[in-house]
C-alpha cells in the first residue's frame, strides 16, 4: 500500500494496527541486503527484495548484494553497483573483508571512485573482534576517506574504540537492552547513530530522542531478514513529533548522503 | 477482533526502559486494542518467586483484563508447587510460568523435569521461556507428562526452526513468537513444518517490549481474516478455558 493512500477506516478502527498509516513512510531504510545467506532455508533475489520494498511504507533504501561480505569483496561491491544502477530507490553500499585488510585500500579506493558513501562492516559473519589488527586497519582506512560506517555487532565493544575520531557510525545492531552504554556514548559523539530495529522498550526510541535527540536515530529494518511491520509500527506509535520522526524515517540519512 | 496476550509481564526490568506497573499494562491494552492478558510478575521471574508472586496477586485482585502466571522456580519444586496451588486457588492465576535463564536450568536437566511435574500435577497451562536448540527435548518431556499443556514462549528464540519442528511433532506443545528480533519467515516455516494455526497464539513480552512489535509480526504473517481471529485469541481462550465473550476475568 502506498503511504500516501492510506486506509484511513482501518486505521482509525480497533485493527488500527493492521494497516499501514502515514506515520510509517520511511524515506531511507540503510539495512537491505538480498542475495545468497547459507544459514537461511531460503534466499532472496534482488527482484524479491524490490517487491517486497514495493508494497511496503519505504520509499528507499541503502542496500548490497550478500556475496561481499559472504565471499568476495571485490565481486560483491562490483555485483552491488551493476545491480542497483537500474534500481533507483536503492543506493549501493560497499564492504570490505577484514579478514583480508591487507585489500582494503584498494576495496575503499575503488568504491570512492564510485561514488559509495556507505561502507557496511560484518564483524559477525567474519569473526572480528574490536582489537583485530585487520579490522582496525580497515576502519582507519574508511574514516581517512570520510566514510560513513554501518557497523554490525556490540556497540558495547566496537564504539570506545572509534570515539574520539570524528566518526560518522550507524550501528546495526543496537539492542533495547543496550541503549544506555549506546546512549552514553552518543552524549559525546555526534557522529554516533543507531537503528531503530532492536529498540523494542516500551520507550526505547522516545528515551534516546530525549537523551540526545533525534539525530542519532535512522531506520534501519534488516530486510529481507526481519519482518518490517514491527519496525515501522515502533515508529508510527513512538511518542515523537513529526520532525522527529521525520528526522529518523528520511532526513538523518539525507544529510549523511549530501 | 478480540485479542488475548499470553506473555506479558508486570512490574520493573533492569534496563533502560519504563515497565511500569499494572496500570501500564492496561494502559498499553487499551492503546492496542487487547482485551485480556496474561501477565506473570518481573519480580518473580528474575528475583523472588514466591514474594513475586505474591504480590502479582494483590495487583490481580482489582484488574480484572489481567490474569496470572504463577512462576515456578525449578531449583525449588516443593516451594513452587504449594505456590502454584495458592495461587490458583485465588481464582485469579491460569496458569505457570518457568524460565530458563535466571534460573539457571534448561528443560534435560532433573530440576526441570521435576517443574514438570509440578506443572503437570497442577492442570494448568505452561509458558516455558524457550531460547536455544533444548527445545527439541521437549516432545519427549512432554509426552512423558498426561495432559501438560507447554507454550514455547519466544518460539525458541534463535532456535525458531528447531522449536517448530517440535510443536509440530507434539499436539502439546504451542508456539508464541514475541521478541525483539523478528526475524522473518518465522510462522511460515512452522506452519510448513507442520504446526497447525491452532497451535500458534499471540503474545508480547509486554512491558519489556512494546505490543506493536508483536502485532507487526501478525500484520506480517500473511494469515486469512479466519486464521487470524485463531491466533489472536480463539486458540488462548480454548486452551485457558475463558469465557466467552471476552469481557474480563471475574474476579473473586
Excluded at chain 2, 521478541?179 to 509486554?206: H, K, S, W
Aim: include cysteine; hydrophobic fraction near 40%; charge should be negative.
Amino acid at each position: 500500500m502506498s503511504p500516501d493512500h492510506p486506509d484511513t477506516s482501518v486505521t482509525n478502527g480497533e485493527d488500527h494496527w493492521l494497516r499501514p498509516s502515514p506515520e510509517e513512510h520511511i524515506g531511507w531504510d540503510v539495512d537491505v541486503l538480498y542475495g545468497p545467506w547459507p544459514r537461511h532455508h531460503r534466499d532472496t533475489t534482488l527482484a524479491e527484495v524490490r517487491d517486497h520494498l514495493s508494497r511496503s511504507t519505504v520509499a528507499g533504501a541503502l542496500a548490497l548484494s550478500t556475496r561481499g561480505p559472504l565471499y568476495d569483496d571485490a565481486e560483491g561491491n562490483a555485483q552491488t553497483l551493476r545491480d542497483l544502477a537500474g534500481c533507483p530507490e536503492l543506493l549501493p553500499v560497499g564492504t570490505a573483508d577484514v579478514r583480508d585488510a591487507l585489500t582494503a585500500e584498494d576495496r575503499l579506493d575503488e568504491l570512492a571512485a564510485a561514488g559509495v558513501r556507505f561502507l557496511r562492516l560484518f564483524t559477525t559473519e567474519q569473526a572480528a573482534e574490536p582489537g583485530f589488527p585487520g579490522y582496525r586497519h580497515t576502519v582507519r582506512l574508511a574514516l581517512e576517506r570520510g566514510l560513513v560506517l554501518l557497523h554490525d555487532g556490540d556497540p558495547r565493544r566496537f564504539g570506545p574504540p572509534l570515539m574520539g575520531r570524528g566518526a560518522q557510525v550507524v550501528f546495526l545492531d543496537l539492542h533495547a537492552y543496550l541503549l544506555a552504554d549506546f546512549l552514553l556514548m552518543a552524549r559525546e559523539e555526534p557522529g554516533f547513530k543507531a537503528t531503530t530495529r532492536m529498540l523494542s522498550g516500551p520507550d526505547s526510541i522516545e528515551r534516546a530522542v530525549g537523551t540526545v535527540g533525534p539525530r542519532h536515530l535512522v531506520f534501519g529494518s534488516r530486510t529481507p531478514f526481519m519482518d518490517l511491520s514491527p519496525q515501522t509500527l515502533k515508529l508510527r506509535y513512538a511518542d515523537l513529533t513529526p520532525d522527529e520522526r521525520a528526522a529518523i524515517a528520511t532526513k538523518n540519512v539525507e544529510e549523511l548522503l549530501a | 477482533m478480540p485479542i488475548i496476550d499470553v506473555h506479558a509481564h508486570v512490574g520493573r526490568w533492569q534496563f533502560h526502559l519504563s515497565s511500569g506497573d499494572a496500570d501500564t499494562n492496561l494502559a498499553q491494552l487499551d492503546r492496542y486494542g487487547i482485551d485480556l492478558q496474561i501477565v506473570s510478575a518481573a519480580e518473580a521471574v528474575v528475583y523472588d518467586a514466591v514474594a513475586g508472586n505474591a504480590a502479582l496477586l494483590t495487583a490481580l485482585r482489582t484488574r480484572p483484563r489481567l490474569l496470572g502466571y504463577a512462576v515456578v522456580n525449578p531449583n525449588r519444586p516443593e516451594e513452587s508447587a504449594a505456590d502454584l496451588r495458592r495461587c490458583l486457588d485465588s481464582g485469579r492465576f491460569v496458569g505457570a510460568k518457568i524460565h530458563t535463564h535466571y534460573p539457571g536450568r534448561l528443560p534435560g536437566t532433573t530440576e526441570m523435569a521435576e517443574a514438570f511435574d509440578v506443572v503437570a500435577e497442577a492442570g494448568v497451562p505452561l509458558l516455558l521461556h524457550t531460547w536455544g536448540e533444548e527445545v527439541t527435548l521437549l516432545p519427549e518431556l512432554v509426552e512423558a507428562r498426561p495432559g501438560l499443556r507447554v507454550i514455547l514462549g519466544h518460539a525458541g528464540g534463535d532456535a525458531w526452526r528447531e522449536a517448530a519442528r517440535a510443536a509440530a511433532g507434539c499436539d502439546r506443545l504451542y508456539l508464541e513468537h514475541c521478541r525483539t528480533a523478528t526475524d522473518a519467515g518465522r510462522i511460515a516455516y512452522a506452519r510448513e513444518a507442520g504446526v497447525p494455526v491452532e497451535r500458534m497464539l499471540f503474545g508480547t513480552d509486554a512491558t519489556l517490549i512494546d505490543p506493536c512489535v508483536s502485532l507487526g509480526v501478525i500484520r506480517d504473517a500473511g494469515f486469512t481474516a479466519e486464521e487470524r481471529e485463531r491466533v489472536l485469541w480463539r486458540n488462548a481462550a480454548e486452551l485457558f478455558a475463558l469465557p466467552q465473550p471476552l469481557s474480563g476475568h471475574p474476579t473473586p
